[in-house]
């Protein structure tokens, strides 16, 4: 799972302290610019929290319900993708990326290389993936990966008390 071109790994998730202290950081560094778009910043406030979210997701992704990575330059998170509320039909897709790596095509390649994955392990049938009207690069990425647009959900989310849109992108496998 490399890209050689950016010199991108999915590395998949592992709760070590030094991981989950350096994607805090990350977190941490990036929280105004992903507040914009990400409803769960305010239960990130310190290492710990980000030890049990990576504790939780590895248990899930042993349990076949999740499938996280981090998405790597050069021995360094830069972000994550992953796969959640896996089922034979469908599974939900999200990533972030650092915003100093955004712009470059990394993501798009790290959504790619997921496909991929799943679809060599045949996990499911369609990866759904749902972002704000408001995020044009993810419906940019949503678009090069091969997803097409479904539908808008009125009100689906609330982000920091409003309650936003979300379109919904469909990718069949």
């Given at each position: 799972m490399n890209n050689n071109k950016l010199n991108i790994l999915l590395k998949p998730f592992n709760n070590t302290e030094q991981n989950s202290e350096e994607f805090f950081a990350l977190t941490d560094k990036n929280r105004a610019y992903l507040r914009e778009w990400l409803p769960w910043l305010d239960f990130v406030q310190k290492v710990a929290d980000t030890h049990k979210f990576l504790h939780d997701n590895?248990?899930?992704?042993?349990?076949?319900?999740?499938?996280?990575?981090?998405?790597?330059a050069n021995d360094k998170i830069i972000g994550t993708i992953g796969l959640r509320e896996i089922s034979p039909q469908s599974a939900l897709v999200g990533y972030w990326l650092d915003k100093s790596s955004s712009?470059?095509?990394?993501?798009?390649?790290?959504?790619?290389?997921?496909?991929?994955?799943?679809?060599?392990?045949n996990l499911t049938k369609q990866i759904i993936l749902r972002c704000n009207p408001q995020n044009m690069g993810s419906k940019k990425i949503a678009l090069k990966c091969g997803f097409?647009?479904?539908?808008?959900?009125?009100?689906?989310?609330n982000l920091y008390g409003a309650d936003i849109d979300l379109e919904v992108y469909l990718y069949k496998l």
């Open positions: 590895c248990q899930s992704d042993k349990l076949g319900t999740t499938l996280n990575f981090f998405i790597c712009g470059q095509g990394i993501t798009t390649h790290a959504l790619q290389q997921l496909i991929n994955i799943v679809e060599e392990k097409i647009y479904q539908e808008t959900l009125k009100n689906a989310q």
